[in-house]
């Protein structure tokens, strides 16, 4: 592509949206870093940052009314899929103003307004679930897929190979997205997975299967927007294999130092965002001002969301006995003994 | 396998009964629902029933015993083997209170009662007498080692209601109870609740221990009749065993030593200090060691071993006139010795003249668990043949 | 009122048939429910005929996924009927059960509701062995977010389950291997039955037996048998274990004084146990006796049929224990 590349408006919006998903994730990630590390923030915390691209990429290439089901690294997802930064924040900040009242935390956003239906701190738990939101979809008679992330660890485990054969089956409109950030927690593809290449492996199944760059925004977005078309026309279930790295530990807490420097250098290098500004001034979506002036948004919106969450009022303890069951008198009856 | 049969409770007014006439003999095949005794309780006399069919194999009571309800009376042999240990995992079966210790029934029921001491008492049991300001203590159980349970409470009301309240009358003084007296009411009630008491008399002709008396004083040797008795005891006792013993579950304990305690009223109370090792004493000797005792009592200078150990109690109440009483057992003995005044009667000699004569009742209260009815009878007579001979009673010992 | 006499498993089918007429959200999803083989215990036979697979949906062998994917499709506007075999096979879809399915809503702060229910049975008696007679609703009931219905009788099966499928939370659903074909009256007419309310099956004043599922049973003879000795139990049916109708329980024990609770799961750490916990604790005061638990032994099921009757809860085993709360032990 050269400078003179004519964009249309609605790809110039994308673009710029994209972008600016990706460094609302990044300000959003490094500061929980921050804040965490200041000991602000309860519990415990796994940060994606370097992966940015893989989430921005896949969520954009979907509708509102498309589903979602992420993991315990599920910041950089549920963001990009919808989640606004204040509720996530609240949410880390364990307020009532979180997204998830304070009852769920990190491991567990989930905003079903934006059609998220859960991080999730069991991993491969979410890709049953996105099965039964793929059926309900296909029951229901609507053209909606559902995007289901998991990471290169979850590969071994037996839901995701349940969910894939059931996926198939049905022909199901669900996209298996496999994040892969080169470690399962502390171990590499090498000492889990037998077969060298998944993207083989997932066609085993009768799935449509292909490997992206995950830290090029754009080769992500391509290949979702590819698979879900194909799944709103009645195709069934893809497979995608996206490369990409966690520049930090496991979580924090660990620095993530047991691994090569030099493969951290490398990868750091090929950080998606710089990586998509060239691309984007490349193409003349915009200039330099402009992301600048993106870059200080996402910042002031961020530094708000975090002084309005430290703020806002922590939950009453008594409000842990509330959100159990949806009725309010079977439910008092299971928790205390008694109807109110 | 062993199956009791027990004074029933017939009334809730009935506390004991008495064995009129038993229908069967040991070794005579019963059948459930079939009468085998026939039973007097305080209202009418009535029949009492084999609950389970098999062999009649042990009679306790004998016919004319008056028995506290609740007390085994016979064994019935079911002809079912008995059981065997119960294994590790038959924990859902739950367990048979007669052959092992019934962990149900141990479980925390026992609660503390505001004396300090551990009642065994159902919860519900526990909440009627509050709500009814009932003692306790002054409920017997019935229920699985000995639990008070609701239907104790509610016969123990009963019977409380059936009594005329006594009036609310002005002027009421209330008295604390004595430490003594504290000790005593609680292990009267324990004795008469767990102890099934029976009783036997006789009459002792008296003469000849009382000359032996007097020509002891007059050698300057002072003994009293209570000395005396004391020391027809103590070899009375020789030759019964089961007198000076203890009921311990399912084994008697039967003491080496003879240790008599002496029951002595203080104002405070009843006390029973102890006189030791009374088969190595001389009568004299023994007088001795029970004057210092009694002594020692009355100045309320007893050490603690003067009420230790004490294998049975003599009560005597002759000083006060009194013709023939019943003690009830001083825990944990197995009888104790009732007597009373001598006192002088006209009898018949052998040609059938009338004469004088000096009598004593003595009356021994044993506990049915560990003893009966003739081992007692026969026990008193040797007592008997002892003060009316006289001799023996200061031989060495 | 018309009744007819059907049976257990009839029961359960027609509840699932009335809501799938009343409402087309309503689908079945497990392992072989489809006809003409029906549901491995008949539960679902004829309703793939009537309603077509889509909506009795048969599966892989793959119960993690039924419950994950009932679980997707509950929250996204169906209400999946998902049958899992037998309760052993449960521990095969545990993490879905447990973390995923009675926890969404709590951790999404309420955001949601699952309308879900996850049929299963349980229950020995059948030489069905160590890995196919499991009573586990021990298990589930300790599980926050969960309803737990367990009934014993045909009318209080349909009743409950047609309750079940219209309510807006998880309910895991238990019957009985051995009850299916057990027959009992049901009305003509539409009904459904509460959650949380206990059903007095037999009046008594002496003793109450607590029961659940096929225990149910157990304990309607048990008391026949201690009528003849003047003996008057009650027996109370909780029907639902979670929420648990504590009042009714507790009503019976100040009446009787006695408690006496039959369930099915292992002794140790089970459903019995929690009904004891319970009423020392608000009933205390009403106790004439330590409570009776009478459940199967704390060992796994034997396949050999004297084996596992020496396990299992038996008629004889509630007299005694009832007998035993009354000081009457032979």
Redesign the interface.
């Not at chain 3, 993690?64 to 169906?78: C, F, K, N, W």
């Given at each position: 592509m050269t400078p003179e590349t004519i964009l249309d408006a609605e790809t110039k919006t994308l673009w710029l949206d994209m972008f600016r998903k990706l460094v609302r994730i990044r300000h959003f990630e490094r500061s929980a870093f921050e804040l965490y590390t200041a000991g602000k923030l309860p519990g415990f915390m796994h940060i994606s940052i370097g992966q940015e691209a893989t989430a921005v990429g896949a969520c954009s290439a979907l509708r509102p009314d498309d589903y979602m089901t992420s993991t315990h690294r599920g910041h950089g997802d549920t963001i990009a899929k919808g989640v606004s930064v204040e509720g996530a924040m609240a949410e880390l900040f364990g307020r009532v103003t979180g997204v998830c009242r304070a009852k769920g935390g990190s491991m567990h956003i989930a905003d079903f307004s934006q059609n998220v239906l859960g991080a999730n701190g069991i991993v491969a738990a979410g890709a049953p679930i996105a099965v039964g939101a793929g059926l309900s979809a296909k029951k229901r008679g609507t053209d909606q897929v559902v995007l289901c992330f998991f990471g290169d660890g979850a590969l071994a485990s037996g839901p995701i190979h349940e969910s894939m054969n059931c996926a198939a089956l049905w022909k199901l409109p669900v996209i298996f997205l496999r994040q892969n950030n080169q470690y399962a927690e502390s171990t590499p593809r090498t000492d889990y997975q037998g077969i060298p290449d998944v993207v083989e492996w997932a066609k085993g199944y009768g799935i449509s299967a292909v490997r992206v760059d995950g830290n090029d925004v754009l080769a992500v977005y391509r290949a979702v927007k590819e698979a879900a078309a194909r799944a709103r026309r009645g195709e069934g279930p893809s497979f995608i294999e996206s490369e990409t790295y966690r520049w930090y530990g496991h979580n924090i807490g660990d620095p993530g130092t047991w691994r090569p420097k030099e493969e951290i250098q490398a990868w750091k290098a090929k950080d998606p965002i710089p990586r998509f500004r060239k691309v984007i001034l490349e193409n003349g979506a915009a200039t330099d001002a402009d992301l600048d002036a993106i870059e200080a948004e996402e910042e002031a919106r961020l530094q708000a969301a975090i002084e309005a969450a430290e703020a806002a009022p922590k939950p009453k303890p008594g409000t842990a006995l509330e959100d159990v069951y949806v009725d309010p008198d079977l439910g008092a009856q299971a928790i205390q003994g008694v109807r109110p | 396998m062993r199956k009791e049969v027990t004074m029933p409770r017939m009334g809730q007014s009935m506390d004991e009964g008495r064995v009129l006439r038993w229908f069967k003999e040991v070794g005579a095949e019963v059948k459930r629902g079939e009468a085998i005794a026939e039973i007097e309780t305080d209202k009418a006399v009535v029949e009492v029933e084999a609950f389970v069919t098999g062999t009649l194999v042990e009679i306790v009571v004998a016919e004319g015993e008056l028995v506290p309800i609740g007390t085994v009376i016979a064994f019935i042999d079911d002809g079912r083997p008995e059981p065997e240990p119960t294994p590790a995992l038959s924990t859902t079966a739950p367990p048979e209170p007669s052959e092992s210790p019934a962990p149900s029934a141990a479980a925390g029921q026992e609660v503390r009662a505001p004396r300090g001491e551990r009642i065994n008492v159902s919860p519900v049991a526990r909440r009627l007498a509050e709500e009814h300001g009932i003692d306790l203590a002054q409920v017997k159980g019935t229920g699985p080692g000995g639990r008070i349970g609701k239907a104790d409470v509610e016969a123990y009301l009963a019977q409380r209601e059936s009594v005329p309240t006594t009036p609310e009358a002005e002027g009421v003084k209330r008295v604390p109870l004595s430490k003594i007296r504290q000790t005593t009411a609680h292990r009267m009630t324990e004795s008469k609740a767990t102890a099934p008491h029976f009783y036997v008399s006789i009459d002792i002709e008296m003469s000849r221990a009382l000359a032996l008396r007097d020509s002891l004083k007059a050698r300057g040797q002072e003994v009293s009749i209570n000395d005396l008795i004391l020391k027809a005891t103590t070899l009375a006792l020789a030759g019964y065993p089961n007198l000076n013993a203890t009921f311990a579950g399912d084994e008697l304990h039967l003491y080496p030593h003879i240790n008599l305690a002496v029951a002595v009223a203080l104002d405070e109370g009843l006390i029973t200090p102890v006189i030791h090792n009374c088969e190595s004493l001389s009568l004299a000797e023994l007088a001795a060691a029970a004057k210092e005792v009694i002594e020692r009592a009355r100045m309320g200078r007893l050490r603690p071993e003067d009420l230790d150990g004490g294998t049975f109690t003599v009560s005597n109440l002759g000083a006060f006139g009194v013709k023939h009483f019943e003690a009830i057992l001083n825990p944990p003995q197995a009888a104790i010795l009732a007597v009373g005044t001598v006192r002088r009667v006209p009898a018949f000699d052998a040609h059938d003249r009338v004469i004088p004569a000096q009598l004593l009742t003595a009356t021994v209260s044993a506990d049915h668990r560990v003893t009966d009815g003739a081992e007692v009878a026969r026990f008193l007579q040797k007592l008997k043949d002892i003060l009316e001979d006289g001799f023996g009673l200061t031989a060495a010992p | 009122m018309t009744t007819r006499e059907i049976m257990y498993r009839e029961a359960i089918r027609d509840a699932q048939r009335e809501e799938m007429l009343r409402d087309p959200t309503v689908?079945l999803i497990g392992e072989d429910l489809r006809d003409p083989w029906g549901g491995t215990y008949k539960a679902t036979q004829n309703l793939s005929t009537e309603f077509g697979n889509?909506r009795v949906?048969n599966?892989?062998i793959?119960e993690?996924?039924?419950?994950?994917?009932?679980?997707?499709?509950?929250?996204?506007?169906?209400r999946?009927v998902a049958e899992l075999m037998y309760f052993d096979f449960v521990m095969r879809s545990m993490?879905?059960v447990v973390?995923?399915v009675a926890k969404?809503?709590?951790?999404?702060?309420?955001?949601?509701?699952?309308p879900l229910v996850i049929r299963t049975q349980g229950g020995g008696g059948r030489s069905s062995a160590a890995q196919h007679g499991n009573s586990l609703e021990a298990w589930i009931c300790h599980v926050?977010?969960l309803?737990v219905a367990m009934p014993s009788t045909p009318y209080d099966a349909k009743g409950l389950l047609k309750t079940a499928i219209r309510?807006?939370?998880p309910v895991f659903f238990i019957e009985h291997k051995l009850l299916y074909m057990t027959k009992g009256p049901v009305p003509d007419e539409e009904y459904t039955i509460p959650?949380?309310v206990a059903d007095v099956k037999r009046k008594g004043d002496d003793v109450t037996i607590v029961a659940t599922s096929r225990m149910v049973l157990f304990a309607l003879e048990a008391a026949a048998e201690l009528e003849k000795e003047g003996i008057s139990a009650e027996v109370i049916d909780p029907r639902t274990l979670?929420?648990?109708d504590?009042?009714t329980i507790l009503e019976s024990v100040h009446k009787t004084?006695r408690l006496v609770v039959v369930n099915e799961g292992v002794?140790r750490c089970g459903w019995a146990a929690e009904v004891a916990a319970?009423v020392q604790k608000?009933g205390?005061?009403?106790?004439?006796?330590?409570i009776?638990?009478?459940?199967?032994?704390?060992?796994p099921l034997p396949f050999q049929p004297d084996l596992e009757n020496y396990?299992l809860?038996s008629v004889a085993?509630i007299v005694?224990?009832a007998k035993?709360t009354l000081?009457k032990?032979?």
């Open positions: - | - | 689908f889509e949906l599966t892989p793959c993690e996924t039924i419950i994950g994917a009932s679980l997707g499709a509950a929250l996204t506007g169906l999946p993490d879905a973390n995923q969404v809503r709590y951790m999404s702060g309420g955001q949601v509701k699952v926050p977010g309803f309510m807006d939370d959650f949380g979670v929420p648990l504590e009042a004084n002794e319970l608000k205390f005061g009403d106790l004439d006796a330590p009776e638990r009478v459940c199967t032994r704390n060992v396990v809860p085993d005694r224990a035993y000081g032990v032979e």
